[in-house]
């Protein structure tokens, strides 16, 4: 039972184009949502996140939507950079879970950003 | 400030074996766990723990145990390896709502590859 759903494995675009990941989940308690970048040889680093209670938040040449009808986010990156490269893993969280963050990741969407 | 640091970053195993991973963090998070990825699964917890003393199942703890004997440390423990459990694995932290902490912002370390023949 998939919880957190990453539908592309891979996604290749241009430099300078936008790269647009997305991500799907099923269990209703979540309320809290995340995307970690991953470089190969290197554990995770946080990148963005997004409460329910809003729909959209962006950090420089990050964003990250959110649809709770939907049940879908997504993160867009502009422009992108080869140095964006990576593996990218979408994660959410239940607020009941109040002791620590017990995140559930989906399975990871690698981008390749071309020169 | 070495962050989350993971010993060993290799090992190999054979069928029974047993070994212990340790993760060692120097930011002095309450929170601790332990992850394990697989190609086309992402990123699975095995056990987490709130504080030092504590320790708790995460989604996958079948075959695998753990103590947090001090707050820097967290162990996780293969008592019979099985190749099911070849893997990489990841610890992380962090430090939680009340310490000022983000929801959901983990620190991992760089992962330990173990194989299982």
């Known amino acids: 039972d998939q919880q957190v759903k990453q539908n592309s494995p891979s996604l290749s675009v241009q430099e300078g184009r936008i790269s647009i990941l997305n991500c799907d989940y099923t269990n209703s308690m979540f309320d809290y949502f995340l995307w970690y970048k991953k470089y190969p040889a290197e554990g995770p680093t946080f990148l963005i996140s997004i409460s329910s209670i809003k729909d959209k938040n962006e950090d420089g040449r990050f964003t990250v939507f959110l649809n709770k009808s939907a049940k879908h986010l997504s993160l867009h990156i502009v422009p992108s950079q080869p140095g964006d490269s990576a593996v990218y893993f979408c994660a959410a969280s239940a607020s009941e879970e109040t002791s620590g963050s017990r995140l559930t990741f989906g399975e990871g969407t690698q981008l390749t950003v071309n020169p | 400030n070495a962050g989350v640091t993971q010993t060993p970053k290799f090992r190999v195993l054979k069928t029974g074996q047993s070994m212990t991973l340790l993760c060692a963090q120097d930011?002095?998070?309450?929170?601790m766990y332990w992850y394990r990825q697989d190609p086309g699964m992402g990123l699975r917890l095995i056990h987490y723990s709130v504080g030092e003393g504590t320790t708790a199942k995460g989604e996958v703890p079948d075959g695998y145990n753990v103590s947090r004997l001090k707050k820097q440390n967290f162990l996780l423990g293969l008592e019979s390896a099985a190749p099911s459990q070849t893997s990489v694995y990841f610890c992380a932290s962090n430090r939680g709502l009340l310490a000022g902490g983000l929801i959901g912002e983990l620190f991992f370390g760089e992962g330990s590859r173990l194989t299982v023949l």
């Open positions: 930011m002095n998070h309450e929170y």
